[in-house]
């Protein structure tokens, strides 16, 4: 069965943040999107806009954060996606994690308009994040 046309969206963006494409990630979210980082970390908050979402992650990378993620499967209906991934995390100091994520977002128009993530244990990738 082919993806649902917001999954596939979803997956063209986790695969063009996989590759460090930035602005192949950005066209799958709304100008106006708001971005939910869980936990407490420096990276961690809301984001409101697609500029302070591609900030955030250009600054995370410039700390030497590495991320990438294995899809494990994407879901999608005409209003939203989740996606199952195991994320992998390296930070600057060459400490690693890895652990499953889960991806929830609204769509509207074919574009993330709301994100959250879900990680397993919030409490590793904070100390991972600094």
Known sequence: MADHPNAAIVRQALQALAQADLDGFAEALADDVVWHAPGTSRFGGRFDGKTAVL????????????????????????????????????????????????????????????????????????????
Do not use: C, S
Request: hydrophobic share 40%.
């Open 55 to 130: 900030d955030r992650m250009r600054r995370m990378r410039e700390a030497g954060i590495v991320t990438r993620f294995e899809v494990h499967d994407v879901l999608g209906n005409d209003e939203h996606v989740v996606a199952l991934v195991h994320m992998h995390l390296e930070n600057a100091d060459g400490a690693r994690y890895h652990e499953p994520q889960v991806n929830v977002m609204h769509i509207r128009d074919g574009k993330v308009t709301t994100f959250w993530a879900m990680n397993q244990d919030q409490a590793v990738v904070d100390t991972l994040l600094g």
